[in-house]
């Protein structure tokens, strides 16, 4: 706990940014790693197939569809729901004194977010996008 005071945490913000409501931000937190989790098992799951098909001599399930509404939603919900976080929770719901905390964790969750999205295309696309297919 004094690591954190050392880093300048005001003592408001040691139980979290929210006065009230903090579950839903919990809750989305939570329903967006197993989101994350599932689309990259997907993903996997996914090549594993086209390659058991390549060796097989047959032809993959056309699944070009279902990869571009996973990485679609991908796309949109993330950060529409960072805008509504900071739009309508934070400025009704947060603490002022931890806005900065609250930037802070939207910036690393923004990252984390542009990398999936990365690792996503990349999985689903990369051998279109590499001209290989």
Not at 72 to 97: C, H, M, N, Q, T
Request: with cysteine; aromatic share 16%; proline share 4%.
């Amino acid at each position: 706990m004094t690591f954190f005071d050392a880093q300048g945490v005001p003592e408001a913000c040691m139980a979290g940014t929210f006065r009230s409501h903090g579950w839903l931000a919990l809750l989305v937190t939570i329903i967006g790693v197993a989101g994350a989790v599932y689309s990259l098992a997907k993903a996997f799951a996914w090549m594993r197939e086209q390659a058991e098909a390549r060796r097989g001599g047959t032809q993959p399930p056309n699944r070009h569809t279902a990869k571009a509404w996973l990485l679609g939603v991908w796309l949109l919900v993330p950060p529409a729901w960072l805008y509504a976080e900071d739009i309508f929770l934070f400025r009704s719901f947060g603490k002022a004194e931890c806005f900065d905390q609250f930037r802070y964790a939207q910036q690393l969750v923004s990252r984390g977010w542009i990398v999936l999205v990365v690792a996503l295309a990349v999985l689903f696309f990369g051998r279109e996008i590499a001209g290989r297919e």
